[in-house]
């Protein structure tokens, strides 16, 4: 049966263990900042002073990475002597390079503070000294079934040693730290090769873009030159030249001019990614029916009717939501156009998570079977010359989505209208 005093000393380790944790984890991600938590708490719940040191990149080199001491002069006294001091485990002395080699602990409850500094490396004796070391505890840390290192404890005062019960706490306390500075070793490793790809990808994109635009630049000047010449001999010649000559001319002209604008067009998509995000409080509702007039006042042949929700506020960037809305209201627009009588929607609706909005027409829609392709730049599911346009406009709403964290996705049928559906992030 567990006794009081032992029912006690078993709840005072548990609040140590609890400290300790809490403590490791409000600094979790950040490798340097762990460390000196794990020697500062330690230190102040169970020790007067706390060493961390780790093994190397080479698995030789032992290296003193961070300490305290409950005495501010000796903490001082503590990091100065450390600082840039190392060891090996192949050839030290030193009781936390046997602690690593063999994996068991170092405990001694009492010991003269002389004894100490005679077993000290020559380099650790004046620092051993100043910490009148009455007794130590160097426990290995562990993480994943390997050692990387020792936790190393002194009490600088007599009649306050360490003894075998604590060797459990000790361990336990070497133990959470060892995970912990695993997982933000992790951490960081990650944050360097997500700089490192990020930088990377940036020299990619600053590639393209040159690319990009050297490539326009040179497809520009030649199809200038095919529009600019066709047009001249249509001018100059035109009278001397059969109908089927000049209709063979104005196609070229067209395919010229149709090239240029896919050009621009692939220019604007390319920009899009690289655009810096300005998220204001946009009113979509006032957005969409200056949109809607635009088009009305380009068509005024059309009888659409246009119904737009009032009310509709979210936070993104104005200058993108255009564009974005541009594109599906044009397209709402563009495929009713074969309608007598059209109409198109932009609402929303609330859902679980972010609100959804939509534009909706009742035009040629699309086989479900090939939604998928939709939102891919140059995928067209009708014919050019049934309905105009570059095949860009979708893949430019899902790259504004993307950019505003939010989802794009739709549902047709063909005859029978689409909706496009959306969502923006907070």
Known sequence: MQTTGEATLGNARLRVLAEVSHAFAKVATDYRRLLAQIVRTTADLVGDGCLVTLLGDDGVTLINEASAHRDPELEVVYKTYLAGLSITTTTSAAVSASVIRSGQAALVPEIVPE????????????????????????????????????????RSAPGRGYTPDDLTLLQDLADRAGLAIENARLYDDLERRVRQRTTELEAVNRELESFSYSVAHDLRAPLRSIDGFSLAVLEDAGERLDPTDRRHLVRVREAAQRMARLIDDLLGLSRLSRAELRRSRVDLSALARAIVGRLREGHPERHVDAVVEDGLFVDADARLLEIMLTNLLGNAW????????????????????????????????????????????????????????????????????????????????????????FTLSA
Do not use: C
């Open 334 to 421: 563009k495929f009713t156009s074969k309608r007598p009588s059209a109409r198109i929607e932009l609402a929303s609706r609330a859902e679980d998570g972010p609100r959804v909005f939509f534009v909706r027409d009742d035009g040629a829609g699309f086989d479900p079977e090939s939604a998928t392709k939709l939102f891919g730049a140059f995928q067209r599911l009708h014919d050019a010359s049934e309905f105009e346009g570059s095949g860009i406009g979708l893949a430019t709403v899902q790259r504004i989505i993307n950019r505003h964290g939010g989802r794009l996705w739709a549902e047709g049928a063909v005859d029978r209208g689409a909706t496009f559906f």
């Open 115 to 154: 004894a100490v500094v005679a077993r000290a490396d020559d380099a650790l004796k004046p620092l051993v000294t100043r910490l009148n070391v009455h007794s130590y505890a160097v426990m290995p840390i562990r993480a994943r079934e390997a050692i990387i290192g020792s936790l190393s404890l002194v």
